[in-house]
């Protein structure tokens, strides 16, 4: 039988016996709207976890150390670094440098962050400022603030972030309510005001052996030979800066300038030459009177080279850890979510499917006869399953469509009413849920599979029907 | 097995119908029914055979197994050069929608389609193409007089009329055989005469084999050429029928 003839013939045996079809067909949309409603929600959470993530724009960076840093990434990389530690290379310019010319490296930029003073209004604060590079200005956290970026790579300006910009102004909102404050209101007394900053400098002294012109040309020509006789002096400074900009961004957010509260242009912060913890740890060890860095940040053209740049800084001898490695554990975890959400979802379907059969097999006791006339007028075995087999797809391809539409509402209420629930909590509206369009697909078609399967039985049972038997039948 | 010597003369070249000793039994709890029990038979092509016989001779049974709708439990039922005994039961569907066409005393046609769709339910599995089903089909229904109920459903016509559109869906296909089980069981004795009628003028005009089961031996006096008679499964009589051709 031609296929059209099939679909024909299956919709009108489906349309004789309405009502039971279109309980059946309710039952499959259901299971399917469950089984959707389980999985976007599986796939919502996942990818606002993404967004979480991405929203640091760092999934394209690699975070790199050296060898000699005991706060390794990975045990791998601790033993690493124990094993290699004496001839691993010290993170500093000259070693920047090396990285950024790496193949599809965009830039590689210290993360210089530290701890100091800053005097408003003659009063102190104490805070973590980090230095931020002047590609940032595309970041998520920097677009759109009221104010601007830094104008200049060296400019004296800061960025605040929100919760900084509170404290300026001597606001302290009850902890879960600085989202109620607009950051617009708080930039209308503090941009263009002026801070200043009190800093440890970190300034070279001469050599204590011989003559100074010595001691800088042997730091120039072999910077990482370890050379105990190098020196620096910390030294008490104070800048002047100028606030340009105030940024909502989640201090905890954002990788490299975690934590940190004010943000300087990271030129400058490196022009600053500001003591950073790790030059003690370098001095006690006698490594170099050069500036080391702790981490170094690579930013890469494309996220799907992150790992390709890790492998190469590797092989130059440092250690390198990236979001996605992160995430790695993250699309795991989220993958046996999905799997169980699903298993659940699918249960529901599973009770649709022996709707599917009770149908069929009504549907074969009722039509007997009918049966034995088409086989008596020439209908093959194959003709008589095929008829049966159309008529459990076309429920299942109906109840998956009607499913997905109703898997859809359920997913909107269930994303409406926690918003509504996180609106009444003073927290931001998420979307917890998606209906990516291969789920759509998959959803139907995977409806379709099983009400095929399901048709199985009933199929292979009115084929086999014995047409004499069936004739006699009243 | 008693068979008549004066049956019409067989033409020459390969019998219609070949039926040798065919044995058709069921079980039945403890007991073993022999439907058809050791018949043997020939038919010619464009012969007109009536099948008598009480109730329960095994009538029905033979035209089920000549149909191909029931497999012998030993002999053959040859059928167009085909052993029916011998085909798998995708070619006996096939030799039941292409050789043969069946008329019921209960018409058996499908209560949930009208008229023409029953008609032309044979075509649909010739995967015959909708435009030239449709044609078929409304020449069909117009030769057996139902061209203006194409779009009726059988529990809105007579008797009768079901029977013609079941007679139209049995020739739809043009097969070479008709079997036609008590055709006129249901109707009264005009309506039974008009289908006998368009019966006769299928095998007269279209040359088509007819093998008719009846009980009625005075239909089948008046239409058949030639009249076997069946009792307990066996073949009891088979002979030319004179009267018939007297009248012609």
Request: aromatic share 6%.
């Amino acid at each position: 039988m031609k296929t059209y003839d099939l679909s024909e013939l299956a919709l009108r045996n489906l349309r004789e016996s309405s009502l039971r079809n279109s309980l059946t067909t309710i039952g499959i949309s259901v299971g399917v709207a469950s089984l959707v409603a389980m999985l976007s929600l599986g796939i919502g959470l996942q990818k606002l976890a993404t967004r979480h993530l991405a929203k640091s724009g760092l999934f394209d960076t690699v975070v790199v150390t050296s060898r000699r840093d005991p706060r390794g990434f990975s045990r791998d990389d601790e033993q690493r670094s124990t094993a290699s530690a004496a001839e691993s290379r010290t993170l500093d310019e000259p070693a920047r440098q090396e990285i950024e010319r790496l193949p599809d490296v965009l830039e590689a930029y210290p993360d210089i962050r530290f701890i100091t003073e800053l005097n408003y209004q003659d009063k102190p604060h104490l805070t973590m400022v980090s230095g931020i590079p002047d590609s940032a200005r595309s970041n998520d956290a920097f677009t759109g603030i009221p104010g601007s970026f830094f104008s200049s790579e060296t400019a004296p300006e800061v960025i605040l972030q929100k919760s900084f910009a509170l404290e300026l102004l001597g606001k302290t909102p009850p902890p879960g309510q600085e989202d109620d404050i607009p950051v617009n209101e708080l930039a209308k007394p503090l941009l263009g005001r002026e801070l200043t900053m009190r800093y440890a400098q970190r300034v070279s002294a001469p050599s204590t052996t011989g003559d100074p012109a010595v001691a800088k040309s042997s730091a120039s020509s072999a910077p990482t030979q370890p050379s105990s006789d190098e020196g620096y002096s910390v030294i008490s400074r104070e800048q002047k800066l100028k606030v340009v900009g105030i940024s909502d961004l989640d201090p905890d957010s954002m990788r490299g300038a975690a934590r940190a509260r004010v943000f300087l242009p990271l030129r400058l912060a490196q022009d600053l030459r500001v003591m950073q913890p790790s030059d003690v740890r370098d001095s006690m060890r006698g490594f170099s009177k050069q500036p080391s860095y702790s981490t170094i940040s690579v930013r890469v053209k494309n996220p799907k080279q992150v790992e390709a740049v890790e492998q190469a800084i590797k092989k130059l001898g440092f250690n390198t850890f990236s979001i996605l490695d992160a995430t790695r554990s993250l699309r795991q975890f989220f993958a046996v979510l999905d799997l169980f959400l699903g298993i659940f979802g699918s249960l529901a379907l599973t009770v649709a499917s022996i709707g599917i059969v009770n149908t069929l097999v009504m549907a074969i006791l009722e039509r007997r006869r009918e049966i034995g006339i088409m086989k008596a007028i020439g209908a093959s075995d194959s003709d008589v399953k095929k008829l049966f087999f159309a008529e459990a797809g076309a429920m299942g391809l109906l109840g998956g469509v009607v499913g997905v539409a109703l898997g859809w509402a359920i997913g909107h209420i269930i994303n409406l009413g926690t918003n509504i629930y996180l609106k009444r909590q003073a927290l931001p509206p998420e979307t917890f849920w998606s209906v990516p369009w291969w789920l759509v697909g998959a959803a139907i078609v995977f409806a379709f599979i099983v009400s095929l399967v399901s048709g199985l039985y009933p199929a292979a049972r009115a084929a086999r029907l014995d047409p004499v038997q069936a004739l006699r039948y009243e | 097995m008693t068979v008549d010597s004066s049956r019409p003369n067989r033409q020459n070249g390969a019998s219609a119908i070949r039926i040798v000793d065919l044995c058709r039994h069921y079980q039945m709890g403890e007991a073993l029914i022999r439907a058809v029990d050791g018949v043997s038979l020939e038919v010619q092509p464009g012969e007109f055979v009536a099948l008598l016989g009480s109730s329960g001779s095994g009538k029905s049974s033979l035209l089920n197994l000549i149909a191909g709708l029931d497999r012998p439990t030993s002999g053959a039922v040859i059928v167009e050069d085909h052993d029916l005994s011998k085909l798998s039961r995708e070619e006996l569907a096939k030799h039941r929608l292409r050789t043969v066409g069946m008329v019921f005393q209960s018409f058996n046609l499908v209560s949930r389609m009208t008229l023409a769709e029953n008609v032309d339910l044979p075509l649909r599995f010739a995967e015959m193409d909708r435009g030239q089903r449709q044609t078929l089909t409304r020449q069909a229904l117009e030769r057996v007089g139902l061209g203006s109920r194409m779009t009726h459903r059988p529990s809105e016509l007579s008797g009768g009329e079901q029977q013609r559109a079941a007679l139209a869906r049995a020739l739809i296909n043009q097969p070479k055989l008709l079997l036609a089980d008590e055709p006129t069981g249901n109707l009264d004795s005009r309506t039974g005469t008009e289908i006998m009628d368009f019966i006769r003028e299928f095998n007269q005009s279209l040359g088509m084999t007819i093998v008719m089961v009846t009980h009625e031996r005075a239909l089948a006096e008046r239409y058949a050429q030639r009249m076997i008679f069946l009792a307990d499964g066996k073949l009891v009589d088979d002979r030319a029928n004179d009267e018939k051709q007297h009248r012609e």
